[in-house]
Each structure stands twice: as C-alpha cells, then as structure tokens.
C-alpha cells in the first residue's frame, strides 16, 4: 500500500468514526442533498507556519452563518489554504461562526493535503455545530447537526472526544482532534 493509499484509508476510518460518534450522539440530520459538483481537492505544497497578526488587525467574524454545507459551493482546495496560524486572533466564540473546509491534516508528520474528500464544519452560532462529510466510498454528503460546550478552547459536542482549537486567524484555524490527536488546518469558506 502506498503512503498516499494509506494516508486516505486513515482519513477515511478517522471521518467513518466521527459521523459515528455523531450519530451515536442523537444528532438531527438533514436529507442528502444532490451534489451539484464534482470538484475535487488536489494536491498542494505543505501549509508553512505564519506568525499570528496583531489583534487590532482583524477583520469582524461574521455574525450569523446559515446552518447549511452548501454542497452547491464546491469544495476548496489544499491549494487554497493559507498558512497555519500560530497565535490567538480575535475572540475564538466570536471567529469560529461561519463555514470551515478542513484541508490538510497532520498526523505527526506536518500538514498533508486533505486529498479526494470535502469535510466541512459550519458553525451557525458558538453552541451550534453542522458537519458536513463527503468521502468517497464512505459517505455521500452526509450532515450532522447537534449542540455542543465549551471547556476553555474545547469544542465538545456530545458523544465525541472533542476538538481542542489551539491557533487561529480570521480565515484560518488550527484544532487537535481528540480522537487519535491528530491535528487539522481549517479554511474559512
């Protein structure tokens, strides 16, 4: 198996066991909606680490965000994600509302493109959590929605381990996933 064969049946075992966990936890769930695209995730040169801007440069998070994935909207590249942030811009409950598209991930060996699948977390509010997967061979535009706490910077939606959001910007974020402590870039959409 080659890494790239073995870096997807991770992403996919890791994505199969979230939307269990969200199923397990009583989440509501939307009709699948046709998917208007075909778009597909390539591949893209390794996100580099940024230093964080300054505070007094943020942009206001919006405030309200459609409980929707949108898989009109075809998905973002790996391309198209910015660096990692390092710090803490702006307030995170505040920042967080809106569309994110996970595009790479981290398992220990720095950030890899999110390669052949859409994984999107739209949060309408700062309790609210809408999670939208696409992963061949697995789901086909799956949404599970539910309410979830917060603990300090955790996002602890029930049933799950959680994620643990530790550097953010405007358009970008970084998370741990509980889960197996892998670690995700986030994109604004």
Same mark, same amino acid.
């Given at each position: 198996?080659?890494?790239?064969?073995?870096?997807?049946?991770?992403?996919?075992?890791?994505?199969?066991?979230?939307?269990?966990?969200?199923?397990?936890?009583?989440?509501?769930?939307?009709?699948? +909606?046709?998917?208007?695209?075909?778009?597909?995730?390539?591949?893209?040169?390794?996100?580099?680490?940024?230093?964080?801007?300054?505070?007094?440069?943020?942009?206001?998070?919006?405030?309200?965000?459609?409980?929707?994935?949108?898989?009109?909207?075809?998905?973002?590249?790996?391309?198209?994600?910015?660096?990692?942030?390092?710090?803490?811009?702006?307030?995170?409950?505040?920042?967080?509302?809106?569309?994110? +598209?996970?595009?790479?991930?981290?398992?220990?060996?720095?950030?890899?493109?999110?390669?052949?699948?859409?994984?999107?977390?739209?949060?309408?509010?700062?309790?609210?959590?809408?999670?939208? +997967?696409?992963?061949?061979?697995?789901?086909?535009?799956?949404?599970?929605?539910?309410?979830?706490?917060?603990?300090?910077?955790?996002?602890?939606?029930?049933?799950?381990?959680?994620?643990?959001?530790?550097?953010?910007?405007?358009?970008?974020?970084?998370?741990?996933?509980?889960?197996?402590?892998?670690?995700?870039?986030?994109?604004?959409?």
């Amino acid at each position: 198996m080659d890494h790239r064969a073995f870096h997807r049946s991770k992403v996919h075992r890791r994505s199969a066991w979230v939307v269990i966990a969200l199923l397990a936890a009583g989440c509501s769930s939307e009709s699948p +909606q046709p998917n208007a695209s075909s778009a597909k995730v390539t591949d893209s040169p390794t996100p580099t680490v940024a230093a964080a801007a300054p505070e007094t440069d943020v942009k206001p998070a919006p405030q309200k965000q459609a409980e929707t994935c949108s898989w009109d909207d075809a998905a973002l590249s790996a391309s198209s994600a910015e660096a990692a942030p390092q710090g803490k811009s702006g307030a995170l409950q505040d920042v967080i509302i809106g569309a994110w +598209q996970h595009t790479h991930i981290n398992t220990g060996t720095g950030f890899k493109p999110n390669d052949d699948v859409d994984i999107r977390y739209v949060f309408p509010s700062s309790h609210r959590l809408l999670y939208c +997967q696409n992963v061949p061979g697995a789901t086909t535009n799956a949404e599970r929605a539910t309410d979830f706490t917060w603990n300090g910077n955790r996002i602890s939606p029930p049933g799950s381990k959680g994620f643990t959001v530790t550097a953010w910007s405007e358009d970008t974020m970084v998370w741990t996933n509980h889960l197996d402590n892998s670690k995700y870039l986030l994109k604004r959409r």
